[in-house]
């Protein structure tokens, strides 16, 4: 039996994602914007800056020119996309028959500072934005939102930090239990540092935490 994802919905929290490229368009049911600005050098990356936004087009990407901006598309493709052919063959993502709840949950530095040393501008997520997104999907489906009865995973294409082992003590823990217990499973990266080398063994948060299902690559 083929599992092509369909009556499933995944939700992608990560920089934003275009819901018209060919390659997913019109499988992008509900978007979301959970986006902290306000502080020194940092602004939201919501509609009008706003600090959550539900509109049509909230979790469209961020217009920085830097990769991370693309990612959130990048994930949703793997996730969900096509089939088209291409090339003279058909190319599809992991689940094409599913749909997507596309959320944005990065901010905009604007100063070295705000970029924790880095060149300006860059995007990064607070832990917050990610506590608030994952609320509001428990609540979406505890309210019987039509668009979340299918929900099956979440997927956390980011991280930070470094744990030699689980790390339960996160804040973001409760929140993915409360998901659990509703069927859903979160599923975050490792991590891109080199973590799970025999040097440095271990992982990024929120993959250490452990009632998520933590992947490498």
Known sequence: VECDGSSQTIAILCSGGQSNRLYRAGKVVCEACFSSGGASGVESLCPDQAATSFVPGSAAPCAVAIPECAHGTHVAGIAVGGPIVSGGRTVQGVAPAASIVAVQIFSKGTTAEACFGEAAPCVFAYD???IDALFWLRSQMQ??????????????????????????????????????????????????SGFNSLAFPGMSSPACISSVVSVGA
Do not use: I, M, R, W
């Open 128 to 130: 917050s934005d990610l």
């Open 143 to 192: 309210n019987n939102v039509p668009e979340f009865q299918n929900l099956s995973a979440v997927d956390l294409s980011l991280g930070g930090g470094f744990s030699p082992g689980t790390c339960d003590g996160d804040p973001t823990k409760p929140y993915v239990d409360v998901l659990a217990s509703l069927g859903v499973v979160t599923v975050a990266a490792a991590g891109n």
